[in-house]
C-alpha cells in the first residue's frame, strides 16, 4: 500500500509539473507575441514621422485652436437633410479597417457613437494623406476631416478630405473590436483595453462617475459633509 502510494504522489507531481511547464510555455508564448506586436506599431510610428506626422504630441501651443465635430453632432446634422458641401472635422478611435486598392473603409469611434469612413485615393491633394493610411492600426487615434454621404447600401459616412494621425496604439485591441477580455481577472488588470474594446464597460465606467459625483455634490450642499 505504501509503495502504491508513492506511486501515485510521483504521478501527481509528474503531471502538475508537466501542467505548469505548459502553462508557463503559454504565457511566455503570449508575451513574445505582444512585444513583437509592440514593436512592429513602434515601426509604424516611426513611419509617421518621416511622412511628417507626430505619433504623439502633435499639437503646439502656437498652433491654431481646432474645433471639432462630435460624431453624434454629425449624424444628427445629416437627419435634417441639409444638402450642403460643408467640410467636417472630428476625431476619434479607429475600432475597425477593411478595403483593398485605392479605396478603404474604416469605423472611427468616440466617447459616444461610431461613424464610417469612406477613404479614396483620389480625394488626397498630397500622396503621403494616403500613404500614411498604411500605417494607421486598429486603436490609433485620428482626426479626419471631410464631406459627409452616403455609400451605396445606404450607410451614412463621412468622404475623407484630410487626415491628421494623432496617437499611435502600441496595444494591439481585439480585430475589428471583437470583444475577447471575458476573463474578470484579466479584464481588471488590463483595464485600459477593457474600455478600448467593450462598449458596455465604458457605459458602466461612465454611469458610475456620474452617480459618484451626483452623491458627493448632494452630500456637500444637503447635508454639508466634506472629504
Known amino acids: 500500500q505504501d509503495f502504491q502510494e508513492k506511486i501515485l504522489k510521483k504521478l501527481w507531481i509528474t503531471l502538475f509539473l508537466q501542467i505548469a511547464t505548459k502553462h508557463l510555455l503559454n504565457c511566455l508564448q503570449v508575451t513574445m507575441s505582444e512585444d513583437n506586436?509592440?514593436?512592429?506599431?513602434?515601426?509604424?510610428?516611426?513611419?509617421?514621422?518621416?511622412?511628417?506626422?507626430?505619433?504623439?504630441?502633435?499639437?503646439?501651443?502656437?498652433?491654431?485652436?481646432r474645433m471639432h465635430d462630435s460624431i453624434d453632432g454629425l449624424i444628427k446634422y445629416h437627419e435634417?437633410?441639409?444638402?450642403?458641401?460643408?467640410?467636417?472635422t472630428t476625431v476619434g478611435r479607429v475600432?475597425?479597417?477593411?478595403?483593398?486598392?485605392?479605396?478603404?473603409?474604416?469605423?472611427?469611434v468616440d466617447e459616444a457613437e461610431k461613424i464610417q469612413l469612406f477613404v479614396s485615393k483620389k480625394d488626397f491633394l498630397e500622396q503621403r494623406f494616403w500613404d500614411i493610411f498604411q500605417?494607421?492600426?486598429?486603436?490609433?487615434?485620428?482626426?479626419?476631416a471631410g464631406v459627409l454621404t452616403r455609400t451605396k447600401?445606404?450607410?451614412?459616412?463621412?468622404?475623407?478630405?484630410?487626415?491628421?494621425?494623432?496617437?499611435?496604439?502600441?496595444?494591439?485591441?481585439?480585430?475589428?473590436?471583437?470583444?475577447?477580455?471575458?476573463?474578470?481577472?484579466?479584464?481588471?488588470?488590463?483595464?485600459?483595453?477593457?474600455?478600448?474594446?467593450?462598449?458596455g464597460s465604458r457605459e458602466v465606467f461612465v454611469a458610475?462617475?456620474?452617480?459618484?459625483?451626483?452623491?458627493?455634490?448632494?452630500?456637500?450642499?444637503?447635508?454639508?459633509?466634506m472629504e
Open 135 to 144: 500605417y494607421i492600426d486598429i486603436g490609433d487615434i485620428i482626426e479626419v
Open 95 to 108: 475600432m475597425s479597417m477593411r478595403g483593398q486598392g485605392g479605396v478603404r473603409f474604416l469605423d472611427l
Open 37 to 65: 506586436l509592440i514593436q512592429i506599431r513602434r515601426d509604424k510610428a516611426q513611419k509617421w514621422i518621416e511622412l511628417g506626422f507626430e505619433p504623439y504630441g502633435s499639437y503646439s501651443l502656437n498652433e491654431e485652436k
Open 153 to 199: 447600401s445606404g450607410e451614412l459616412s463621412l468622404k475623407v478630405k484630410t487626415v491628421r494621425p494623432l496617437t499611435k496604439c502600441l496595444i494591439a485591441p481585439a480585430k475589428n473590436g471583437a470583444v475577447t477580455l471575458e476573463d474578470t481577472e484579466l479584464k481588471y488588470r488590463q483595464r485600459y483595453r477593457d474600455l478600448i474594446e467593450n462598449v
Open 208 to 225: 458610475r462617475s456620474q452617480i459618484m459625483k451626483a452623491i458627493r455634490t448632494f452630500m456637500a450642499i444637503e447635508l454639508g459633509s
Open 80 to 88: 435634417q437633410d441639409i444638402d450642403t458641401d460643408r467640410v467636417f
